[in-house]
Nanobody, 129 residues
Framework: QLHLVESGGGLVQPGGSLRLSCAAS????????IGWFRQAPGKEREGIAC????????DYADSVKGRFTTSKDNAKDTVYLQMNNLKPEDTAIYSC??????????????????????WGQGTQVTVSS
């Protein structure tokens, strides 16, 4: 069973930075796309970043492009989300998720914000002065 645990959330001032981690157990991340999602109170869940199985391809939502960076350490089965220049509107619960490639063995294909089947419990990020 795929199990994901996020960590690194907290309270940060506007303009500050945080790094979230997503650790996997029960499976090897090198065979899965990993996505980052967030959900603010009263809003729908938003896909904000993804990284492909090999870790060489990423994609970002326009709302975070240029400020957030995701990276993957397959040796540690951990994915990171570096968040810089945080804004109050970034306040949300952040979750990571895993999904298999559309085609078996396509570990170098581009990721997308869809097709994820296993989710972590989330970590709270609050941006406030």
């Amino acid at each position: 069973q795929l199990h994901l645990v996020e960590s690194g959330g907290g309270l940060v001032q506007p303009g500050g930075s945080l790094r979230l981690s997503c650790a996997a157990s029960g499976f090897s991340m090198e065979y899965y796309h990993i996505g980052w999602f967030r959900q603010a109170p009263g809003k729908e869940r938003e896909g904000i970043a993804c990284v492909n199985p090999n870790g060489g391809k990423t994609d970002y939502a326009d709302s975070v492009k240029g400020r957030f960076t995701t990276s993957k350490d397959n040796a540690k089965d951990t994915v990171y989300l570096q968040m810089n220049n945080l804004k109050p509107e970034d306040t949300a619960i952040y979750s990571c998720a895993a999904g298999a490639p559309d085609y078996y063995g396509d570990y170098d294909g581009q990721c997308s914000m869809t097709g994820f089947t296993s989710w972590g419990q989330g970590t709270q990020v609050t941006v406030s002065s």
